[in-house]
């Protein structure tokens, strides 16, 4: 698992392609190996993930009859759920790069989204802890989610946009597909799973 020091360095290559310095591609290891490395960003996510688990469970328990279950079979599912958002999108941009011709990028643009989603993980949890901490501030709390989701869409975007070259709408297609699978699915599979309130 790819330490702190080496974290931040990614990081740093990630804030430079933000800012459209081409540099910040020789802070990332876009070789096979980083590659793989990079999925995990998902384990240093995970005490953000932590944050929203714990949020939901009682927005959860909130809407459900009194001595409603939500122990560890409860987080297990929503960190399935997580799973399955995170990989979905490199799978449908693997299984698309040959006929769309963007072979050559698909390495670094999985490699710089995972590290981006790090970040973004701990933004998302943001309004799930104030949440935690003040339970009436949830109207404030859904506002400060709307930002950070807006934020996150339009900086993918930038990020995307660098690694493809800056092919506008190539970029787009990739951006939604990092974020409207994941919502469709996780949506899906809340209401399989039983993790929505009745």
């Known amino acids: ?9 990614y990081l740093n290559g990630i804030w430079l392609l ?15 190996r980083g590659l793989l490395r990079s999925f995990w ?8 993930f932590a944050v929203i688990w ?21 987080i297990g599912k929503l960190l399935a759920i997580d799973v399955a958002g995170w990989l979905l999108p490199p799978v449908i941009l ?7 011709g963007y072979g050559r990028q698909l390495a670094t643009v999985i490699t710089a989204s995972n590290w981006i989603a790090v970040p973004f993980g701990y933004a998302a949890a943001v309004p799930f802890a104030l949440t935690l901490l003040v339970p009436s501030s ?9 930002a950070v989701f807006g934020a996150s869409v339009i900086l993918q975007y930038r990020l995307v946009w660098m690694c493809v070259g800056r092919q506008t ?7 939604a597909i990092y974020v409207l699978p ?15 309130p009745a």
């Open 1 to 9: 698992m790819p330490g702190l020091d080496e974290v931040l360095h």
């Open 18 to 32: 933000l800012r459209q310095k081409p540099e910040g591609f020789g802070w990332l290891d876009l070789s096979f």
């Open 41 to 48: 960003a998902f384990a240093w996510c995970v005490p953000a």
């Open 54 to 74: 714990a949020s939901w469970r009682l927005y959860y328990l909130a809407g459900m009859p009194e001595g409603t279950a939500a122990g560890i079979g409860f």
């Open 94 to 100: 693997a299984a698309l790069a040959r006929p769309l």
């Open 138 to 146: 949830g109207p404030v709390a859904g506002l400060m989610l709307y």
């Open 169 to 175: 709408l190539l970029a787009s297609a990739m951006t």
């Open 182 to 196: 994941p919502m469709i699915v996780g949506q899906e599979l809340q209401r399989l799973l039983g993790t929505m």
